[in-house]
Structures are given as C-alpha cells and as structure tokens.
C-alpha cells in the first residue's frame, strides 16, 4: 500500500470531497463509502484509500458527491479544525444509540465484513448536518467522562431532541449521558435517575426496538428501582437487539457482578474488551469483577497497572481503596480515596476525604470508627440505600457486635443486597460464624439471569 494512498481518519476523508466528517460517515452508512478500520488499539482509526474513493465517486450519479471532488484529487481541501479535542473512538464507534464499538474489526487485509464494524455501518445521524455534527460532538464528551464534558454532552443531547423530537437515538445517547453523570460527578443520583428513565421511555416511544433504550432501562431497573430480574430481561433484549454493543455488554456484565453472577459476569465483561481493546473504563470494571469473583491477585495487579497507565481516571482509585479497606490497609483506604476525590472534584467527596486524613492523623482506630458512623448516618438518611456498606466497614473492623446488629435491622426491613464483592469479603472473614453466615443469606438479591 502506498503511502501517500492512504487518508486517515473521518475528517480527512470528508475533506477528500470537500466535505466535513458528518457527510462522509452519513456516505458509509447510506452509500456504501470504502473506509476501512484500524483493528484493535485504543482510537479505532478509520482510514480509506484514495483509489479506492474515487472510484467509489465515479460510480455515483449526483452532483452532490462529483461535483465536490478538488481539481487534483486526493489532495484533501482546507478543514476548519474545532478547538476542543475530539475522542476519535467516539466518533467512530460510540457514535449513536446502539453504541456498537468496533474496536476489534476484521482484518483490513480481507474482505470479511466485521460483525461490529457492518452494525456501526448503519446506524443513524440526524438529517440535519449541523445537529449531526452537534451529535457527535455530545458522543465524544461522552467518552471523557469528565464533569464538564457530561454537562457539555447534556446540554448539545437536550438541543438535538427538542430541535429533532422525532430522532430516537438522541432520547437513548440523553440517558447514557444522565446515567454517567452520576457517577462521574455531575449530578445527584436521584435526578440522573430519573432525568435518564424520561429519556429512555422518550426513545422507546419513538423506537420500541431501540437497543440503547432497553440497556439503559436495564441499568435503571438495578441501579435504582432495585429490580434484577426486570433489568436482566431488558439487557437480554438489548443484546438480541445489537449483539455486538461493547456499551451493553459493559453494563450487563456490571450488574452480572454486582448480583453475584461471576461467571456470566467475566462473560460479557471480556466481550466488551473485545469490542472495544483499549477501553480503561471496561478494565477498571472487568478487574472489579475479577476481585468480586474471588480473583484478588489478578484483580489488584490489573488495577495497580491501571493506576499507572491511567492515572487521572477516578474510578480506578475507588475501587483500589476498598481492596484496601478490604485487606485491612486502612492507610491504603484513605490515600486511595482522597486521590479519588480530588479527581472527581466533589465537595462533599473532598470534605469526607479531609475528615479521614484527620481521623488517620490520630489513629487506625479513629478511623475505623470515623467510617462505620459515617456508614450508618448515610443509611438514616437516605444517602445509602441499604446497609450493605455499613456490614462491610463493620466486618472489616473485627466488630461482631456492630456487624451482627446491622444485619438484624437489615434482616427486619427485609433488605436485599447486590455488592457480590463486598459481601464476598464479609463471608469469608466470618466463614465459622453460623449466626452471621444466617443472617447474610438471607440478603442475597434475586438473579438477573
């Protein structure tokens, strides 16, 4: 292949005809436009063949696409670069509802169609090039998982769906952004929750087999109606919708974990890193799950790594300061959290990081019980959903009293618990304790599957 042959990435290959980016995928996805796909890798580069491209625009009868081609062609025409980064895997691969991530593609040498790249071939943008463009703007800041860049995605999904109420996938890509906000600092877990199920329902209304939708019902009929059956069923019709969305095999494995399912947990989480190789968030969550399945030393090396190779993404540090918490490193727990909280960049985070330095300053101990009161005050008022946190820090401590009266009183509200992992940890310590080992059976949460 000669070099100068070659054009890569969307921009360039719309530019090849005098076009901006959304056209060109707006061609592949409606004309059969040759761009191929860089497998594996982190970015998912498209690239095409300047050959290849005009021959493709020989064959075309409209102006529309001839008539833009430069005097000398292939030397691509001046392109008005936006000021802010644009994440390359976004735009090619998460770009719409489905988010089919194709990030393991056929070889390019063949001919063989990749099943995630055809999928990707066909999903939608709006009609109007400015909201397309406003759209894929939205799915990039998506993928930066930042505070800012969620609000930034909100704000362009909410004038995408009030300027096009008609565009399903708009309503789906408005709740993914919603359910990420969450947890990435944005905003309140009661408002995301509820913002993002309107959303769905929106997009079903106007697309009942909308896969995107169905995931994102599934992740809120865990997450927050407490639901596993209900959310196993509607990722199950999202998968048979689009099988190959690294997204929805990213949650469903999640929620898999989260419930105890390891098995079928590590089933759909390495589908995912399959779909989509380089992904840090499906690693950070594939290695949790490894940790909830029993799997403590591959989790923690992968999460050490991890901490390295991405040292600006939070949840990482979340989940090593439970390791932490875990092996009893109360130091290793507060270092890990405060680190934590200065990445997500949250008040109230800061604030809870600041009083367990000051706790760990006078001692493990004051720690220890700086955490089982904030754990218990969370669950009187509503900041905790159950006391499965609270059974945790109270188990980590050694406290049998403390544990044992906070499993009666879940036992009386008649409580069911996800956190596989955590609950994992807690039955292993008191493996010899019939009376504990009772009352935590008697917390398994229904099954997603």
Known sequence: MAAGNRIDGWKAIGAHF???????????????????????????????????????????????????MTPAQGVPAPVKRSGRSRLLLMTAALVVSGLAAAGVAALVLTDQPDP??????????????????????????????????LIRAIEALETVTRRDPDFAPAFSALADAYLLSREFGAMPDAEAFEQARTAAHASLRLEPDLASAHRSIGFIQYWADNDPAASGRSFRRAIELSPNSAQTHFWYGNVLSDN????????????????????????????????????????????????????TFPVVQDCL???????GDVGGYVRAFTRYAELRDDLALRN????????????????????????????????????????????????RAALLDILTRADRAQERWGGAGTTGVIRRRWSRDPEILRLLDRRRPHPVE
């Open 352 to 399: 809870k990081a600041a009083a367990l330095q000051a706790a760990w300053a006078d001692s493990p101990e004051t720690t220890r019980r700086l955490l089982l009161s904030t754990a218990l005050s969370d669950v009187e008022n509503g900041a905790a959903r159950n006391r499965a946190w609270a059974a945790f820090v109270a188990s980590t401590s050694g406290d």
């Open 116 to 149: 995630a790249e055809a999928e990707a071939a066909t999903l939608p943008l709006p009609s109007d090039p400015a909201l397309a463009t406003l759209y894929l703007e939205a799915r990039d800041d998506w993928a930066v998982r930042t505070p800012e860049a």
């Open 260 to 311: 105890g399912a390891h098995d079928a947990a590590l089933r759909e989480l390495n589908k995912a890193r399959l779909l989509e190789p380089g992904s840090v968030a499906i690693q950070t969550d594939l290695a949790w799950a490894k940790w909830a399945a029993g799997r403590q030393t591959a989790a923690r090396e992968a999460l050490d790594r991890l901490a390295v190779s991405a040292p």
């Open 18 to 68: 005098g076009r901006d980016r959304t056209t060109a995928m707006r061609w592949a996805q409606t004309r059969g436009l040759p761009v191929r796909r860089i497998p594996g890798g982190k970015t998912a580069t498209v690239y095409a063949l300047r050959d290849e491209l005009d021959r493709w625009a020989s064959q075309q009868s409209d102006d529309d696409v001839t008539g833009s």
């Open 321 to 327: 300061s439970i390791l932490y918490l875990a092996e």
